[in-house]
């Protein structure tokens, strides 16, 4: 009826999205607590379990309409922990602590460059494109260190002992800087192409989770290893194309 008030809604569901914010940020601590241990594939996968969650909350929170100015800065401090801190004393622990102060530098500075990505996503999240990530999102450089810790039971013990070491302190300074910089990396937040193509994307996202499921340890670390590979080459060719073919088509103008 078009006199029908609307029933107001519960609080709980106000609540929902920051609890499982919450529940990110617990698994981000339970992490910790087992790097600590010596248990580095549990903690691992507790930063990966972490970035479900993260992911989750926001979702609930837009199909909800409980966004809120609160519950943005609880998602970046739990962030801070579950994808700065955890990772970064993982890797120390596991590998980083070997090199000295460069291995405590390395482990800083990745918690140091998270807060300072978070920050300046924070401030530009209103005046940027959707489409992109400028820099590195802080959860997936934590997966790929996450990943790179499950991936390393497939390298034979020669390679773990004398390469993979120096393979994690490159990384770890890898990640920082790329969360940093200007590097645009896909938000997968527009999905234009998937409402065009629903079949074909519903077919390929199962063909993936099969392929996945079969090596999650392998092929977890291979994807989020391309994802980090795919945001420099977007900036430097396409974006670099597209400015230069922009600035070719403006002085032909001016020519003419």
């Known amino acids: 009826m078009a006199g029908e008030k609307k029933l107001p809604r519960h609080k709980s569901v106000y609540i929902l999205p920051n609890m499982l914010t919450v529940t990110s940020l617990f698994i981000g601590f339970l ?3 087992l790097a600590i241990k010596g248990n580095f594939e549990a903690c691992a996968l507790c930063i990966l ?5 993260d992911g989750l909350d926001g979702k609930v929170a837009r199909l909800t309409g409980t966004t809120s100015e609160f519950g943005v800065q609880l998602d970046s401090l739990a962030d801070l922990v579950a994808f700065g801190v955890t990772p970064a004393l993982m890797v120390y622990l596991w590998e980083l602590q070997q090199f000295g102060r460069l291995g405590l530098v390395a482990g800083f500075l990745m918690i140091t460059c998270g807060a300072l990505r978070l920050a300046r996503f924070n401030v530009q999240t ?6 992109f990530f ?7 450089a934590a997966c790929t260190l996450a990943t790179m810790v499950l991936f390393a039971t497939y390298l034979p013990e020669w390679v773990r002992t004398e390469i993979l070491p120096m393979a994690v302190l490159v990384m770890v300074y890898v990640v920082s800087i790329f969360m940093v910089s200007t590097i645009r990396f896909y938000s997968f937040k527009e999905f234009g192409f998937l ?32 994802y980090i590979v795919s945001g420099p080459v977007y900036t430097l060719f396409f974006l670099s194309r597209r400015s230069s073919r922009l600035l070719g088509d403006s002085s032909s103008n001016e020519l003419s």
């Open 31 to 33: 992490g910790i607590t």
């Open 49 to 53: 379990a972490s970035c479900v969650f």
């Open 126 to 131: 209103k005046s940027t494109s959707k489409k």
């Open 134 to 140: 400028v820099g590195l999102p802080i959860p997936a």
């Open 195 to 226: 409402k065009a193509h629903r079949f074909s994307a519903m077919v390929t996202a199962i063909l993936l989770f099969a392929l996945i499921a079969s090596k999650p340890k392998l092929l977890g670390f291979v994807i989020f290893l391309g």
